[in-house]
């Protein structure tokens, strides 16, 4: 036996005397090298890259049409069901409104257990009590609550291990994202954009929750940027946190996006750019020291929140290979970033636009407000919103759910600030002109909801040029997100209830299940015992889907 | 619709008896239900009034104007769910002050209010909580099987808020006869699958065709019965009792101890 031969054997042996228990851990190594396990979903995103893509191709455009039930989980809530599940070694965690997490058997979709939080009576997050899921490091789960709470349970037996309290949840501070956890840290950040808070991303040790950094995402004076606010407005200036950020290992940097500056539709209460809402921040992951920024919407009448997942992508651009940072922006342009820099590369309107005629050499947007009464391109909620993007490394493409002909008339009204109580600042109605307003949209089966209002999409952009390659087109608007995988297969959900398949190459409908139920959460893929399963949230309820064996 | 008239007529019957007993004995306590007090919870409740109460109703619960615990004269609660509420509420405008007690420690306290003429604190154990972790760790071998606050195995339940879930009768209860106290849900599982693999774990849930355990090498597992030559569920405890493994005064001190794991706030 010669030396690395007995190497191997003896490390072979070593890892044979590691505990079953300890080598299903999953490590911060497992977790950087999540694309190797594809049969696992280990963040929210499905990796680091947030790309929300899975190698898995066992479901293809020839069998897709074979989709069956497999089993269904109903959460206990009749609030939004907003999650995206982890799948770990054939067990999926996942959070049923407000702030329960729940471990089931992901080929069965039986429970194992349930942990419940009872979240303060004094949470207000300002548009539903919602979850969107927790992330994992060794055998502890980590949920934010919407009280503002982060909670350490443990994986094996839903029992918590710890609780901290990040912000008061009665001065409006909430969460509703799912954490990211990098190496021994979870990183998180607030929501509260409609209560006047001051954002913040802050970093807290997983084993004890001891906060290891805050990066405030609204400079305070003699900072740099504090400049960007008029006296006092910065102290209710909000910039809140309410999406699961990104990073890259090579950089050691972790990107997140920023929400709207408050009051949220009177800008000239806080004149200046209000840095750093808006915006992506490029953070040390170790130290939460800012590298970069890029503020996409400078001083936003619009309440156009820059929180989108921050899709990372390694690829060619004027034919060199680099680094890059794809962003569909709620304001409704698609952007390309150099995230090493931050150096903005290319931006282009993937929606109707009115309320820049366009972006500078540099990115920023040349303001073209619309006069009193005429509608602004896109509107309130946005070209796109919260609902996840995806990026196929094997199409090169870049798809997003959007929200086509939609506008608002926003109109601001002056707010005083009064903590705890909304400070948004607008009487803002969404019509465009001559449509009439259906009262009571969307109760019950019904849906009333048309074309006057708009409708809703999935697009395919090429990043390079920032053209649509296609264009799939919806009745009603688009909340969901989007999965693609190896199989060329696109999976989104939406509004009305449908879940479908598409090819992702021609966005060709390949196969569809109406569900029943509104879609606002994020399709997401698994393997487990040799099949592979699609899961998707849609009305209260959890759906999995896999091929009729 | 069959339920509820069950229930109905077990209402009416215990309605009857209360009733009955009210006219033979002296006046009973206006109850939800008949209710029933253990000495442990009588003995926990002693422990927080005494710790909690005393400075205003007194130790003999007569302090307060108007109130006097032991005749059974409240001001204003009437049923032992009034009372749970007085307390965890407390009485505004006055120096009642709202208590946050969890389940156990309102089960103690209420048990003790309803039986403090006749308890006789004398002949009490008092427990020691840091005295009963050694004992969970040491002569009483807890640790070797339950997990407390993200320490030791997960075999056995975790019993890191069992201070909140469980009253201080039950966790007695389970420490003197295990197997007679055992959850349901929590018994032993033995299954052999179609090839031949033993597996052994703790229930963890079950239905017509799965169950779900965790296994004694800590896996959560979940398996179609159909896939079984064998499934047995075990009705025996693998908890010793230790009714003559402990003294009193260990006991006691174990009790304090389990009690006070309250769970991460």
Known sequence: MNYRRRATFLLLFLISLIPDSLRAQVSPERLLHSDDEPENW??????????????????????????????????QSLQKFETTPLVVDGIMYLTQPPNDVVALDARTGRAFWVYHY?????????????????????????????????????????????????????????????????????????????????????????????????????????????????????????AAVWLTGSYDPDLNLTYWGTGNPGPDWNPDQRPGDNLYSDSVLALDADTGKLKWYFQFTPHDPYDYDS?????????????SPRRLMLWGNRNGFFYVLDRVTGKFLAGR???????????????????SPQPPGAPTYP??????????????????LFYVSTWEEYATIFTGVNADYKEGLRYTGGANTSPIPGAENPAGARQGPVNTYTEALGRGAVVALDPETGKKKWKFDMHDVNTSGILTTASDLLFVGGREGYFQALDARTGALLWKENLGGEIVAGPMTYQVGGQQYIAIASGNSLFTFAPRE | MELLNLSSRGLLQRAVVCTVLALCGPAPHAQDRAPQYFPADIEYGAQIFTSQCTSCHGVTGDLVPGVNFRAGQFKRAVSDNDLRLTITNGVAGTAMQPFAFGSSELTGVVAYLRNMNSFDARGLTVGDAARGQAVFEG?????????????????????????????ADLLQRTLLDPTGSMLPVNRPVRAVTRDGKVIIGRRLNEDTYTVQLIDEQEHLVSLTKTDLSEYTVLKTSSMPSYKDKLSAQELADLEAYLLSLKGVK
């Open chain 2, 139 to 167: 002569a009483g071998n807890c640790s070797s099987c339950h997990r407390v606050n993200g320490k030791g195995p997960r075999v056995a339940p975790d019993l890191g808020d069992i201070g909140a879930i469980r009253t």
């Open chain 1, 42 to 75: 280990l963040t929210y995103s499905g990796s680091y890259a947030s790309q929300r893509y899975s190698s898995l191709h066992q479901v293809d455009a020839a069998n897709v049409k074979n989709l069956e039930l497999k089993w269904v989980f109903q959460a």
């Open chain 1, 379 to 396: 509107g309130i909620q946005g070209g796109t919103n919260w609902y996840s993007p995806s990026y196929s490394p094997r199409t090169g």
């Open chain 1, 307 to 319: 929180v989108q997942i921050p899709v990372l992508v390694n690829a060619n651009w004027s034919g």
């Open chain 1, 118 to 238: 009872a979240p303060s009576p004094a949470a207000r997050p300002c548009c539903g009590i919602v979850n969107r899921g927790v992330a994992i490091l060794g055998d502890s789960l980590f949920m934010a609550t919407v009280d503002a709470h982060l909670v350490a349970i443990d994986a094996k037996n839903g029992h918590a291990l710890w609780n901290v309290q990040l912000a008061e949840a009665a001065a409006g501070y909430a969460m509703t994202l799912a954490p990211l956890v990098v190496k021994d840290r979870v990183i998180v950040g607030v929501a509260g954009g409609e209560f006047g808070v001051r954002g913040f991303i802050a970093a807290y040790e997983a084993g004890t929750g001891r906060q290891a950094w805050r990066f405030d995402t609204i400079p305070k004076p003699d900072d740099p940027g504090h400049d960007s606010w008029r006296g006092g407005d910065w102290e209710h200036g909000s």
């Open chain 1, 349 to 367: 309107p993937f929606v109707k636009v009115n309320w820049t005629s366009g972006l500078n050499a540099d990115g920023r947007p040349i303001p």
